[in-house]
């Protein structure tokens, strides 16, 4: 018998995170060892009457891609996989690491090569997503490797998964509106301001954080995450127009199986001027360096997900983990007003629950990991 808990999940994620409707063309992307979900998911989308299938992802594979492709093969775009990304109304993914740090020893280079490759994909994903004619959400299936990454059992994992999800609550569709609305709260409010000034103190083997960022409201948008691109979610973003000051991230930054620790980037008009890490410095130096853009901070956020408490080394939790906020560099989200163009996403956690606070225009809304008014996101 299916564990109930896929089936809840499927549910929410085919009726309210994507609302599949009569006639959908629904693309399932998922590893093998996904099935369960795989098939909770189908069955979902069937019922709802739209038209899955199931696109197989394997990171084996991806392995032996690396290993063996040529220069040439690494920058093949497959027409196929483009074609799909023209054409789908809904796109599903189930993550699902079977092994998290399969790509460690692969030369950055490769990487950000085959990226670079497969940017016209995710920029017809942004554009179509941003149009309205696609709608999108990605989620993770609990594995082995990513219990272990984040010190946990299987169990223990499943559980930490699904309560950041809500789903233990009797109407999780219920709870996930709940928190649109207090987040909404904020989104409107910073809609009005120009400037984000971000603060933490400085501890025993950094300088903390102080960082601006501009934040225009002629063109930075607040996106509202409430759970439909990404599942669990509980962050609110906007594409920022200029950043000055440094970050020290609090958490390793984790990207393609690289965990990159003790993350310090300098900003300025916008663009990380100076980089550095305690350990693989030189994978994050590779991958600031892969394109014009990626140094180019894409994405501000404030994570608002007071049901994830703990770093679990997985960004699709870490970023969310209320009492946070990251920065991503690279590409940006051109619904968020940000048109930054990069094969490159990745966010970066900073901690503020002991002694952060942000201020918008000159006025503290949260410290200590906390918004000040009431009845916005809270614990």
């Known amino acids: 018998m299916r564990d109930q808990r896929l089936d809840k999940l499927a549910d ?16 399932i992307g998922a590893d093998p060892v996904a099935l369960p979900l795989v098939e909770a998911v189908y069955e979902a989308v069937l019922k709802a009457g739209g038209h899955p299938f199931w696109h197989l992802k394997s990171t084996s594979l991806a392995d032996i891609l690396y290993e063996h492709a040529s220069d040439e093969q690494l920058d ?54 941003a149009e309205g004619k696609m709608r999108w959400t990605g989620t993770m299936y609990p594995t082995l490797g990513s219990a272990q990454d984040a010190e946990m059992s299987l169990t223990q994992y499943e559980k930490f998964v699904f309560e950041a999800g809500l789903l233990h609550l009797p109407d999780p569709v219920a709870a996930w509106q709940q928190i649109h609305e207090r987040q909404q709260r904020v989104c409107d409010y910073l809609q009005t301001k120009h400037e984000l000034h971000y603060k933490a103190p400085a501890g025993k083997d950094h300088d903390g954080t102080d960082l601006r960022v501009n934040i225009d409201p002629e063109k930075s948008i607040w996106v509202n995450c409430s759970g439909h691109e990404n599942f669990p979610d509980g962050e609110v ?59 180019t901070m894409g994405e501000i956020a404030i994570g608002t997900n007071y049901a994830i408490k703990e770093f679990s080394k997985n960004t699709l939790f870490d970023e969310k983990i209320g009492g946070t906020f990251h920065a991503a560099c690279g590409m940006g989200y051109p ?26 225009d000159g006025e503290v809304f949260h410290k200590d990991g906390k918004f000040l008014p009431k009845d916005w996101p809270c614990a």
């Open 335 to 360: 619904e968020s007003g940000s048109f930054n163009e990069s094969a490159l996403h990745w966010d970066m956690v900073c901690d503020l629950r002991e002694g952060g606070e942000i201020s918008a």
């Open 76 to 129: 093949y775009l497959n027409p196929v996989e483009m074609y799909a990304e023209e054409t789908i109304d809904v796109s599903i993914g189930l993550w699902a690491d079977l092994n998290t740090k399969a790509f460690s020893r692969v030369d950055p280079k490769r990487i950000a090569r085959r990226r670079l490759a497969n940017a016209p994909k995710m920029k017809t994903v942004l554009n179509r997503a």
């Open 237 to 295: 973003f906007c594409g920022p127009q200029g950043a000055d000051g440094h970050v020290n991230f609090t958490f390793p930054a984790v990207y393609n199986s690289r965990e990159v620790e003790g993350v310090r980037l300098q900003f300025k008009d916008g663009r990380v001027v100076d980089a550095s890490a305690k350990k693989n410095e030189e994978f994050l130096i590779a991958m600031l360096d892969q394109d014009e853009g990626a140094r």
């Open 12 to 27: 929410i994620l085919v009726r309210y995170s994507t609302r599949v409707k009569k006639g959908d063309l629904v693309e």
